[in-house]
């Protein structure tokens, strides 16, 4: 679970009243990891049990709006993290689980502002298949 103060002040900071479904949305992704909208609603619903989809769907999205999260499509899915900073995200079709692999990106960097580009969201993503190993 994050830390509440963390979160309330976060909100804060982008001019966000605090909401208990923001507040919840925040501590489940706070620690980490990447969920599907219905991840979050499943598990916010353990808490909320009649927390309805679309307050959850427009919280997500005010979230992202405001770059509090960030969210990504892989597998034919929306993915919401809380992570920022770049990295790349490896989804496993086996599993359907997605890991964080942390490179130096300044190689991807250079090239891309070689094109005259500034990068506003670098997230890679790589498919692949851990076969059951994992
Ligand atoms: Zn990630």
Not at 43 to 62: F, G
Not at 63 to 71: A, T
Not at 91 to 105: A, K, L, N, S, Y
Not at 121 to 130: A, E, F, K, S
């Amino acid at each position: 679970m994050g830390n509440i103060n963390e979160i309330i002040e976060l909100l804060r900071s982008k001019g966000l009243k605090v909401t208990p479904q923001r507040v919840a949305i925040l501590q489940l992704l706070m620690n980490g990891g990447h969920f599907t909208m219905d991840q979050v609603l499943n598990e916010l619903r353990k808490i909320e049990p009649n927390i309805s989809i679309s307050t959850v769907y427009n919280t997500l999205n005010t979230l992202v709006r405001l770059g509090i999260l960030r969210s990504f499509e892989a597998d034919g899915k929306t993915w919401y993290e809380m992570r920022k900073d770049p990295h790349i995200n490896v989804i496993c079709e086996d599993t359907g689980q997605i890991m964080d692999v942390d490179i130096d990106v300044s190689a991807i960097e250079r090239e891309v502002s070689k094109l005259g580009i500034e990068i506003k969201d670098l997230n890679v993503i790589i498919r692949g298949n851990c076969r059951g190993t994992s």
